[in-house]
């Protein structure tokens, strides 16, 4: 089925180009990186997780977001995600790549990330969470080919991937929980002490992915002549107004908590990010950007004839994506870090060669996502025309 990704029009070609060239200069500037080490990046002392944790945060989501469609379509036989659910398993290969590569380059001495395979600590979160990374990889993988080349064949597939499918299940929450667990497993960090992290990682999961999802299904009907379904669509689109409602829920009952409690070391964190911190303000803007975007995506989609109108649907869903990374991203990782355990603010800006690095990243993710849905597309395109 390999071959199918290398018949394409001009416009795919031109856009795997670019892609290519954004990697190329993400690999310069990771050069320079490797020869001059962290220096280059705007982390610190007081901030030793910048970009690249948030990136990787994020799209441990998105990837956990697939299991949106397989449960529905695997465990309760919603027919209306049969012809998408391939779609979700490959948008979590590419996700998942994005994820374990942004922990390379994270590393100073990228190599020493085979340490969580060499030399197991499974008193470790960081063993467990590079562990069901790789393993929920391995099976997105063998059970997306898998189905859809017996789906090519016009038969079913086989049967010893199902038990995978049953697997990958619970696999999928347990790549965010665990990645929820290395945050709140650190007693030192007064903001991401709390129990609520994992639900709250979840949330946003379940909104982020699906939303991207619908975005490409929605890209996809238009340009290709293969039809993801409405129905699959506006079902994903309930998906994701409830998850995020969800995510909005947890938010306020952090900070109901953590200023009912009064408790100092625990409120600085939620002061810096929205109302700034000994006049230091710098995430204010961004984290009041994603509360908003949060809301009106959430009454947006839970307003019928709102979800059900296309272009407001892609409003929607743009805006779920912007306002759960900024959330989950840029303020979960350094709002973690800020202020400090001895209550100092060092804020964090990320200088060029992390956004070089991690866009270099995100065009590899889009490059095999690209080449993943193309193959995908073309099969189901051949079996509704016949043709190529």
């Known amino acids: 089925m390999l071959e199918l990704a290398f018949n394409g029009n001009k416009r795919y070609w031109i856009w795997l180009s670019g892609l290519l060239a954004v990697m190329a200069v993400g690999g310069y500037y990771y050069l320079e990186q490797l020869k001059y080490g962290l220096m280059v990046t705007g982390q610190s002392r007081d901030v030793s997780w910048g970009f690249y944790t948030a990136q990787m945060t994020y799209f441990v989501g998105v990837a956990a977001g697939g299991v949106m469609l397989v449960l529905p379509y695997y465990l309760h036989n919603h027919k209306a995600f049969g012809k998408i659910t391939v779609l979700g398993e490959f948008l979590a290969v590419s996700s998942l790549v994005m994820c374990l590569l942004y922990l390379l380059v994270h590393l100073g001495q990228p ?3 085979l340490n969580v395979f060499l030399h197991p600590t499974p008193w470790s979160m960081l063993f467990w969470d590079g562990n069901v990374l790789f393993g929920y990889l ?41 990645t929820a667990f290395i945050y709140c497993g650190l007693p030192g960090r007064g903001f991401w002490l709390t129990a609520v992290l994992a639900p709250r990682f979840l949330a946003s999961a379940f909104a982020a992915g699906p939303a991207i ?41 952090e900070v109901f908590v953590v200023f009912y409690s009064g408790i100092p070391s625990h409120m600085d964190h939620i002061k810096y990010l929205y109302v700034g911190l000994h006049g230091h303000h710098a995430l204010v803007p961004w984290m ?79 490059f095999i996502l690209t080449l993943l849905f193309k193959i995908a597309i073309s099969i189901k395109e051949y079996n509704i025309t016949g043709t190529l």
């Open 288 to 366: 009041w950007t994603s509360v908003c975007c949060m809301g009106l995506a959430a009454i947006l989609l839970v307003i019928p004839f709102m979800r059900k109108n296309n272009t407001i649907l892609i409003l929607s869903c743009i805006l779920v994506v912007a306002g759960t990374w900024i959330d989950k991203g840029l303020g979960m990782i350094a709002g973690g870090f800020i202020p400090s355990a001895l209550h100092h603010v060092t804020e964090y800006i990320p200088t060029l060669h992390e956004l070089a690095i991690s866009a270099g990243v995100t065009a590899l993710g889009l």
């Open 138 to 178: 391995v099976l997105n993988i063998i059970i997306g080919w898998n189905v859809l080349e017996a789906e090519r064949n016009g038969c079913q597939a086989p049967s010893w991937v199902k038990p995978l499918i049953y697997i990958s299940i619970p696999m999928a929450f347990s790549i965010h929980t665990v």
């Open 111 to 113: 190599m020493r990330a």
């Open 213 to 253: 999802l619908i975005l490409l299904c929605l890209f996809i009907g238009e340009t290709t002549r293969f039809d993801p379904g409405i129905k699959a669509v506006q079902t994903l689109a309930l998906i994701v107004a409830y998850s995020l409602i969800a995510n909005l829920f947890f938010l306020i009952c």
